[in-house]
Nanobody, 114 residues
Framework: VQLQASGGGLVQAGGSLRLSCVTS????????MAWYRQTPGKQRELVAS???????NYADSVKGRFTIPKDNAKNTVSLQMSSLRPEDTAVYYC?????????WGQGTQVTVSS
């Protein structure tokens, strides 16, 4: 299984970005998909997750600003980010749990300028 993440970039504070993560196989096999982020010297932290049953969880820091839409037909889970803040600057990673195994996509850099 491969996860291909895209959509990062540079944006001004208050702006929006949409990250996408495409799975090489059917996304319907995933029990859990999520976006994490990491900044230098810090642990990777959960940003948002969605289960196969549709349960969604957001980090407190992004509630009300980020959403995690999933498109089964396109085997894609996205991270729609709005009202971005400089503290959202990080490398963002998508993650999937499929048949009990965890998979990571390559990171995509998001930089929010003040």
């Amino acid at each position: 299984v491969q996860l291909q993440a895209s959509g990062g970039g540079l944006v001004q504070a208050g702006g929006s970005l949409r990250l996408s993560c495409v799975t090489s196989g059917s996304i319907l096999r995933a029990n859990y998909m999520a976006w994490y982020r990491q900044t230098p010297g810090k642990q990777r932290e959960l940003v948002a997750s969605i289960t196969s049953g549709g349960s969604i969880n957001y980090a407190d820091s992004v509630k009300g600003r980020f959403t995690i839409p999933k498109d089964n037909a396109k085997n894609t889970v996205s991270l729609q980010m709005s009202s971005l803040r400089p503290e959202d600057t990080a490398v963002y990673y998508c993650n999937a749990v499929i048949d009990g195994l965890g998979y990571w996509g390559q990171g995509t850099q998001v930089t929010v300028s003040s």
